[in-house]
């Protein structure tokens, strides 16, 4: 059975490399980098760019590695400082029980303990206590998990929002211009004109 799964795992990965642009389980039709739309003279540099750009499964395994990745893409420096700061500090948490762990020589998880007596533990019920340091790191494991699938989400909502906000806002102006564009859009023609 774990051959058949790791057979099948290994047939899917090696067909999505071989067909995907930027590890995508899909097809690209469109060249970015020759086709250059029609945008309005209003349009700033950072607009279009908010604009141009589309959340890729490159940039969820990007959003793994680098705190608040999908919030800066999206232009949202506060949320995705916000998250930088959150996510640096549960990798320091868990960073410093592994540390002081291996100091004295302890395994650096150990879930539950009987261990009443111990000032490193938080009693919970009578026979029942819980290490300081086993909750420093569900809070560091939950913390990351959660800024993570917050970044992921939100920055992608915020991203589609000020895209539409964009385009709604130039597509007004377009079409406005395009209106002006048609009406005054005189040509030359010759006539004659007869009078008795």
């Known amino acids: 059975m774990k051959k058949l799964i790791f057979g099948l795992f290994l047939i899917i990965s090696t067909t999505a490399l071989l067909t995907a642009q930027d590890i995508d389980l899909y097809k690209i039709n469109k060249d970015d980098n020759v086709k250059s739309p029609k945008i309005s003279q209003a349009m700033s540099f950072d607009e279009f760019q908010i604009l141009s ?3 890729r499964m490159k940039d969820m395994m990007y959003g793994m590695i680098v705190p608040g990745y999908v919030h800066f893409y999206a232009k949202e420096k506060k949320t995705a400082y916000t998250l930088l700061g959150l996510r640096s500090a549960a990798y320091i948490g868990l960073g410093a029980v592994y540390i002081s762990s291996k100091s004295r020589g302890d395994k650096w998880y150990n879930n ?13 019920t009578d026979d029942w206590a819980v290490k300081k340091s086993d909750i420093v790191i569900a809070v560091s494991m939950i913390t990351i998990f959660s800024t ?7 920055g992608q909502y915020k991203l589609r929002k000020k895209q539409n906000i964009i385009r709604y806002k130039y597509g007004i102006k377009l079409k406005l211009e395009q209106n002006l564009s048609s009406e005054l859009n005189y040509t030359p023609t010759l006539g004659i004109s007869l009078k008795f």
């Open 53 to 55: 750009r589309d959340l």
């Open 112 to 124: 539950f303990t009987n261990a009443q007596d111990d000032i490193n533990n938080v009693q919970i």
């Open 148 to 154: 993570y699938v917050y970044d992921w989400i939100h």
